[in-house]
């Protein structure tokens, strides 16, 4: 800061412009507030009061402190200065201390507030605390249950897969209708497009909406409450906001690592390869749905935790708020050690159509140690229950969740009336309570809480003509069609299919690049469909130019109008197709394309898929991989398809066609074409796609000037009879329509003169025996480059998008 030195003015009448507005922060991290002090510059001789507001606001009425400096009469200005700026700042010393410590005072009150929450809170917080066996975080719920009150989203998603048991039924309902009651509003997020995904119900997508349809129906029998429940059908959701959902997922991919990925998989005793590259798409598409339906809570079981906390690590990364993880308890299964109800062994869960007699059969038969035995206490699973619970008795435990959960209930046994779980269970380990009576009761209660579900399904007529579907389906054992599921773009299938794939966007685009996508278009069969591929999805997943829409975008508008002025007989044949406005066409056939593949490939698999010089660390790559799958799946028309990509896309062109084979379908060509060696200096480096561009200097960029072009070559390496490695050389090939072409040397007469060679070829064998200097070669690819930039200032359009790109540079 400065001081502003000013005429001597009277105490108390400092002007505005001498008010030194400093900020404690600036002198202390610890600073709380602002402070406003008058600094006249004081002369020798003369006494300063130095005085600071004690407010929060410029007051100049407010209480002050103030302190005397007296410079000695001897003393210059630069000591009184010094002298004025050492009071200043023990006085500030002492201000910023006794603030600190009134914070400190004020946080303490503040948490202590907290803690007493008031009787209208915290009611809300016991009840929606209640239903989770774990919170993360418990200062965040509380938080937004003061912040929403009756305006919080909470979330769960179920898969419509056939029937409903007791914790997907009449548990789920008691935890619904407390979150509800306490003002929150329910979303159920039905998944029956990932049960289209996943083949139930035959792959068709109307008899899964028909399940769906009776899960509803059976939480309205059970005593949900539905005035403050919502129910979204994600096969409608996301196609209609595929960008939005999409878009969300390839971030939540790009920034989260494989590793913490496969931490969200449950896949017991399998190794890492095991693992298909679907398992790891399925945690990245629930952590998007959080986001995407906008919850505030979390409300999933406990086996969906670490799902839930990727999504939580995901806001740190992207710096969203976190969303509260409020997690269930998981109701053991009937049978001694099942961690949860199984739909596969019907006796191990009490499903809410079972009939009394199926109710008792059940319990009857059901596990009900009293005491801790060895064996099923070894099959303690962490991931599912984070309470731990030696005893793993499934009796007691719909006791305590399912009965003792609802408000004001007690539990008749022996002539007793039990009103805490605790004590029903301490009187059965010890014997008060026999496990006959236990179960005598228990069945007397489930069958109660069933009995509306089942006279519904009675009594409704539609109730009962959903059921009655669901039960048949069930018994016809529905199969998958064997037909593949692809996207399919028009107009492929009258003439062989020839695709490019665009490269990869980076920073600066290079033209190299672009005579490479020339040269890769041009080996087109005729009669072909060539179409140039621009992957703006695949980009984003991998992070390319920060994965920012926006200039992945503009990269290829530039690509295609570089393309356009440089070869424009070649781009009239070709079709250009996005591959975003390609998926927003049929999202659903693409994505259950893309899906459908990784539960093909194991990781292994897409770590084979990979440029040899790269390492498979992130989620984004298996997306890649999956992506350039659904591309080729898309583009194999019925004539057949050949694939012709960079020489770096060899091990991905085979990886996509090794999946049409296993779809079925023909095999696609693939034919890898080696880039043209037009970096500027022999070196060589590899890197991963998604890093951007190399350095600027090394390659020629559309943006680069006449001036910079030559500046360039005339540093390119350029070594006197080598035409293997020779950039200038190279550029010369790649800039000649034909290797016929007569290429014309400029030189001093004292040098020999102008000199046309017949060809390129006579042009190498000239430089190959000496006869040609390397300044005069470098001379001629220079004219080379600037007629090909001739060409491309001649697109008024392209001379437009170069300029605005070097305004932005």
């Known amino acids: 800061r400065s001081l502003v030195r000013g005429p001597p003015v009277p105490a108390r009448c400092f002007p505005a412009s001498l008010l030194w507005k400093m900020d404690a922060v600036a002198i202390s991290a610890a600073a709380a507030q602002p402070a406003c002090i008058g600094l006249p510059w004081p002369l020798p001789g003369e006494k300063l009061t130095v005085q600071w507001l004690n407010a929060t606001t410029e007051d100049l009425a407010a209480p002050r402190t103030a302190m005397v400096v007296e410079p000695s009469p001897s003393a210059g200005g630069v000591a009184s200065s010094r002298l004025l700026l050492a009071a200043v700042g023990g006085a500030l010393f002492c201000l910023r201390r006794r603030r600190v410590h009134q914070r400190a005072e004020k946080e303490a009150a503040t948490l202590a507030a907290a803690r007493r929450a008031p009787a209208q809170d915290d009611w809300r917080f016991k009840l929606v605390r209640s239903v989770g066996e774990e919170c993360q975080a418990d200062r965040e719920l509380r938080g937004l249950l003061k912040m929403k009150r009756n305006k919080f989203t909470l979330y769960d998603g179920f898969e419509p897969s056939g029937r409903m048991h007791i914790a997907q039924g009449v548990f789920k309902a008691i935890n619904v209708n407390k979150c509800t009651k306490a003002g929150g509003t329910f979303v159920f997020w039905v998944a029956d497009w990932f049960a289209l995904m996943n083949d139930k119900m035959g792959g068709d997508l109307e008899k899964i909406k028909t399940v769906g349809k009776y899960l509803i129906e059976v939480w309205k029998a059970s005593g949900m409450d539905m005035s403050r429940v919502k129910f979204l059908w994600s096969s409608e959701e996301i196609n209609n906001n595929a960008q939005a959902y999409w878009g969300q997922a390839l971030d939540i991919a790009r920034r989260s690592t494989l590793a913490r990925i496969k931490k969200c998989c449950q896949i017991m005793g399998r190794s890492e390869d095991a693992l298909t590259a679907a398992q790891i798409m399925y945690p990245i598409m629930q952590a998007t749905d959080v986001f995407f339906l906008e919850a505030d809570i979390c409300q999933l079981g406990v086996d969906q935790r670490k799902v839930n906390m990727l999504a939580r690590d995901y806001c740190d990364w992207a710096g969203r708020k976190k969303p509260v993880i409020l997690s269930h308890h998981m109701l053991y299964g009937l049978t001694a050690g099942q961690p949860k109800m199984s739909k596969s062994n019907p006796d191990s869960a009490i499903f809410m159509e079972d009939a009394p007699e199926d109710v008792e059969r059940k319990i009857r038969n059901a596990y009900c140690p009293t005491a801790p035995e060895e064996a099923v206490v070894g099959t303690h699973d962490e991931e599912m229950h984070l309470v731990r619970d030696d005893l793993m008795n499934p009796c007691l435990d719909y006791l305590k969740h399912i009965l003792f959960s609802r408000e004001g209930y007690t539990f008749n046994a022996g002539g007793r009336v039990y009103t805490e779980f605790e004590d029903v269970k301490q009187a059965f380990v010890s014997g008060v309570v026999s496990e006959e009576l236990l179960k005598d009761r228990l069945i007397e209660e489930m069958n109660s809480l069933l009995e509306p579900v089942r006279k519904h399904f009675q009594e409704d007529p539609a109730a009962k003509e959903l059921l009655s579907k669901v039960r048949q389906w069930k018994k016809e054992n529905l199969t998958a069609p064997s037909t593949v599921t692809r996207m399919r773009l028009p107009g492929l299938d009258v003439a062989p299919a020839f695709a490019v794939f665009a490269p990869m966007p980076c920073e600066e685009l290079q033209l190299g690049m672009v005579l490479d996508v020339i040269r890769r278009l ?153 880039a043209q060696p037009l970096r500027l200096q022999p070196v060589v480096s590899g890197g991963r796609r998604s890093t951007g561009g190399d350095d600027g200097r090394l390659h020629i960029l559309l943006t680069d000037s006449d001036a910079e072009v030559a500046r360039k070559i005339r540093k390119a390496f350029c070594e006197p009879g080598n035409v293997g490695l020779n950039p200038p ?81």
């Open 522 to 674: 041009q080996l087109a069969p005729q009669g072909s469909s060539t179409v140039l591929w621009l992957a703006d999805w695949s980009a984003m997943a991998a992070g390319c130019l920060g994965a920012s829409k926006a200039c992945i975008k503009e990269f290829y508008e530039l690509l295609l109008l570089a393309l356009e002025a440089l070869a424009p007989e070649t781009m009239q044949l070709v079709k250009v197709c996005w591959q975003g406005e390609a998926i927003l066409s049929d999202p659903s056939a693409y994505w259950i394309s893309v899906i459908n593949t990784g539960r093909r490939c194991s990781l292994e698999a897409i770590r084979a898929a990979l440029p040899v010089d790269e390492t498979l660390e992130y989620a984004s790559q298996v997306i890649f991989a999956l992506l350039r799958v659904g591309d080729v799946l898309a583009l194999a028309g019925a004539k057949g398809l050949t694939l012709c990509s960079d020489e770096r896309d060899t091990n991905l062109d085979a990886f996509a066609v090794r999946l049409c084979v296993d779809f079925g379908l023909v095999a696609p060509e693939a034919r890898p074409v080696c």
């Open 729 to 809: 050389l190279a550029w010369l090939r790649a800039l000649l329509s034909a290797s016929s072409t007569p290429v014309e040397v400029r030189r001093a007469s004292e040098h020999g003169g102008d000199v046309v060679y017949a060809d390129l070829a006579a042009l190498e064998a000239a430089f190959a025996r000496g006869n040609l200097h390397p300044a005069d070669l470098k001379e001629a690819t220079a004219r080379a480059l600037a007629g090909a930039r001739r060409r491309m200032q001649g697109s008024e359009q392209l001379r437009a998008a170069l300029v605005r790109r070097a305004a932005q540079r």
